[in-house]
């Protein structure tokens, strides 16, 4: 079997790739080895695909090399997404501000994506395993459980660690090794937090229980909703700055990162002194998550009780919320990798190997992580596209 081009990985990246050159003329395969197009895809913002976010751009991404993926991003860009799906007839809505969801389901991205690949007369082969790979010539040859494939270039989209129930591998890095590329250190990214003894009981008491807040770790800030969970914090707030956070490292929470939490009790202690700080906090944060740190503190009273110290004590508390995470829960719950194929030996323009210019890297592979909210969709599409377009 020939082709001019092979992609690895029936995922986002994988996909759009396919679908581009294959417009521009190519004869393209794309094999995966799991039973199912787009696994993650399918799985992804609980069903209904955070296909983009309409402000992506360079700043929204963690690299060893922040300018690589400055030149695929202002190539294709969510608008250049949006007309795509709008063009399928996908309903969408915006979630939160410049967030953008399937109005139904997941199951509409893929959709396009496969529409698309078929009217680009793309084949797409599942349930096959590639076992090798080796430079032929000018192209490349993969040894497959169909047999042996050769192929003007290869592209590879195996994504990287994360969920490894969805048929997530090291693959791609093990090409990049067999090359002599260099991979810089992988670790799960955009991931719930675990806590141990005291801290993880407290948590658990207050699973379920939800509020916006403002984390801090390494000079970046999130506002986002936090999450208690069984097993620590987790959340939109927790899941950005997990992908800063190092091992060791201690949470500065903000509980009230609207107000000056200071002020707003000096206020109600002069409006409202025979009130009980409990009833205040109340008023301010979910009523178990009130009364959990009132219990935690152990301190209770009537606000004319209070002197400014004890006030500015309590506004420290509840501004700068100090929590050392025991870890995170790892690949299995993991949205995404930081780290991957090290970019500085990858071009930017066509995402070819320049000394090895058949072989190509995309997506998620690749030591490129977007920050929560749609980025990372951004970047499958924008990475496949400007590979797609180079072949």
Not at 15 to 40: F, P, Q, S
Not at 99 to 112: G, M, N
Not at 203 to 232: D, N
Not at 289 to 298: G, R, T
């Amino acid at each position: 079997m020939t082709y001019d081009v092979v992609v690895i990985g029936a995922g986002a990246a994988g996909l759009m790739c396919a679908l581009t050159a294959g417009y521009a003329g190519r004869r393209v395969l794309v094999v995966d080895h799991a039973n199912k197009a787009g696994k993650k895809i399918l799985m992804s913002g609980g069903g209904r695909c955070n296909f983009t976010h309409l402000a992506s751009g360079p700043a929204n991404f963690y690299s060893g090399n922040p300018s690589f993926c400055i030149s695929a991003l202002k190539r294709y860009r969510p608008e250049h997404f949006v007309e795509l799906v709008e063009r399928h007839g996908v309903e969408y809505v915006e979630k939160t501000p410049g967030q953008l969801f399937c109005a139904d389901s997941s199951k509409e991205i893929l959709r396009v994506l496969l529409t698309e690949c078929g009217w680009a007369g793309v084949e797409v082969r599942l349930k096959t395993a590639v076992e090798g790979v080796e430079r032929r010539g000018e192209g490349m040859r993969l040894a497959t459980s169909l047999g042996p494939i050769d192929c003007g270039a290869l592209v590879v989209a195996t994504g990287g660690l994360s969920i490894p129930t969805m048929g997530a591998t090291g693959f791609g890095y093990d090409i990049a090794r067999q090359f002599d590329l260099a991979v810089t250190e992988t670790r799960a990214a955009l991931v719930p937090f675990t806590l141990t003894s005291q801290w993880k009981a407290r948590a658990e008491a207050l699973a379920g229980v939800s509020c916006e807040v403002a984390v801090t770790c390494h000079g970046k800030r999130y506002r986002e909703p936090l999450l208690f969970t069984h097993r620590g914090l987790s959340g939109p707030a927790m899941l950005q700055i997990s992908s800063v956070w190092q091992p060791g490292d201690t949470l500065s929470i903000d509980l009230l990162p609207w107000r000056d939490a200071f002020e707003a009790l000096c206020r109600a202690r002069r409006e409202m002194p025979r009130r009980r700080l409990s009833t205040w906090l109340g008023e301010q944060l979910p009523k178990r998550l009130a009364q959990a740190l009132v219990e935690w503190h152990d301190d209770d009273g009537v606000l004319a009780e209070y002197g400014n110290a004890r006030l500015q004590a309590w506004a420290e508390a509840l501004q700068a919320w100090r929590v050392k995470p025991a870890g995170t829960e790892g690949w299995r719950t993991a949205e995404v990798t930081m780290g991957g194929v090290d970019t500085r030996a990858i071009s930017s323009k066509t995402f070819a190997v320049p000394s090895l210019p058949q072989l190509r890297f995309i997506g998620e592979v690749l030591d490129v992580t977007g920050e929560l909210g749609g980025h990372n969709f951004q970047w499958a599409w924008a990475s496949g596209v400007a590979c797609g377009n180079a072949l």
